[in-house]
């Protein structure tokens, strides 16, 4: 049972434009979300979190949306630049055990 | 600011052997979480680590155990290693329950 899901493989978008990635969860317990980015052979790097109790949290270029009713949340990325071309994982926790449920992943691209 | 440290950068055991992996904290961090990353998918959470005890732990064996020291560095051992446990294993900290993890590296595992 996959409690967070990235549908989106991979996702391909022109230098300058907006990167959108996708994530849907299940269970209505998380009470926070992350979003990662993963370069070959590094680890995952933290890039942004948010609340249950938010709907939008900004950091730079980088703004995450949540959607409590539909269970969805989203990252934009805007401008969006080559060296944000990585793997993105969207994580979901609950409660003090800070155990983090990963999406499987989405392959961002920017295209110069 | 020291980030997370892991060692080593890659292994290769043989079915049936013993494997010990290694990770430092961040500085400031007294929590470490062990998460299991196979090819193609995100990371699962092993366990965690908060002042020396264990505090949650995902769906491994026993024979996946780990140690938390008093300077909050970590360590994995995992015995009767098989060939699924070839993965990359990533090593996270964090302050308390603050729900941001910061990664290392990871430890490249091929069970042979």
């Known amino acids: 049972d996959q409690q967070v899901k990235q549908n989106s493989p991979s996702l391909s978008v022109q230098e300058g434009r907006i990167s959108i990635l996708n994530c849907d969860y299940t269970n209505s317990m998380f009470d926070y979300f992350l979003w990662y980015k993963k370069y070959p052979a590094e680890g995952p790097t933290f890039l942004i979190s948010?609340?249950?109790?938010?709907d939008k949290n900004e950091d730079g270029r980088f703004t995450v949306f949540l959607n409590k009713s539909a269970k969805h949340l989203s990252l934009h990325i805007v401008p969006s630049q080559p060296g944000d071309s990585a793997v993105y994982f969207c994580a979901a926790g609950a409660g003090a055990t800070n155990k983090l449920i990963f999406g499987t992943g989405t392959l961002l691209a920017v295209q110069p | 600011e020291t980030g997370v440290t892991q060692s080593p950068t890659h292994l290769i055991k043989t079915r049936g052997q013993q494997v010990t992996l290694r990770c430092s904290s961040q500085s400031g961090h007294n929590t470490v979480s062990w998460y299991q990353q196979a090819l193609g998918q995100g990371p699962q959470f092993i366990f965690q680590y908060y002042r020396e005890e264990e505090n949650g732990r995902g769906n491994f064996p026993p024979r996946f155990s780990g140690l938390q020291f008093p300077n909050y560095s970590s360590e994995l051992n995992v015995n009767a290693l098989e060939l699924d446990d070839s993965a990359l294993y990533l090593c996270?900290?964090?302050w308390g329950q603050g729900p941001e993890q910061y990664f290392g590296p990871g430890t490249r595992l091929t069970v042979t």
């Open positions: 948010i609340s249950s109790i938010k």
């Open positions: 996270a900290s964090s």
